[in-house]
């Protein structure tokens, strides 16, 4: 059974940093896409990041550029998205999400078939 569990989230001043965790179990962390999207309640789900971990392929929402990092320890099937200056904009509830057909390339327009319970990001100004 997919299981992902994300911790890290609580509330951080405007410009200061937060990282999250996605512990991973159930799958062949290798061979599936796996990131992070986050939704503010009433909008859209957005795709923050993604990473492929097989190969370190990353993609980014232009949103987070230059200011959020995805990355994984592959043995501990654990990946990671480290927030940086961070504005109050990026409130949101964070998602992990993963799947085994999904690109790097392709995730911010597929959904994906396995999903968190998601951790609360708040930032205040």
């Known amino acids: 059974e997919v299981q992902l569990v994300e911790s890290g989230g609580g509330l951080v001043q405007a410009g200061g940093s937060l990282r999250l965790s996605c512990a991973a179990s159930?799958?062949?962390?290798?061979?599936?896409?796996i990131g992070w999207w986050r939704q503010v309640p009433g909008k859209e789900r957005e795709a923050v990041s993604c990473?492929?971990?097989?190969?370190?392929?990353?993609n980014y929402a232009d949103s987070v550029k230059g200011r959020f990092t995805i990355f994984s320890d592959n043995a501990k099937t654990t990946v990671y998205l480290q927030m940086n200056s961070l504005k109050p904009e990026d409130t949101a509830i964070y998602y992990c999400?993963?799947?085994?057909?999904?690109?790097?390339?392709?995730?911010?327009?597929?959904?994906?078939?396995?999903w968190g319970k998601g951790t609360l990001v708040t930032v205040s100004s």
């Open positions: 159930g799958f062949s962390f290798d061979d599936y896409t």
């Open positions: 999400a993963t799947d085994p057909y999904v690109t790097v390339g392709a995730c911010h327009y597929y959904d994906m078939g396995y």
């Open positions: 990473l492929d971990s097989s190969d370190g392929d990353t």
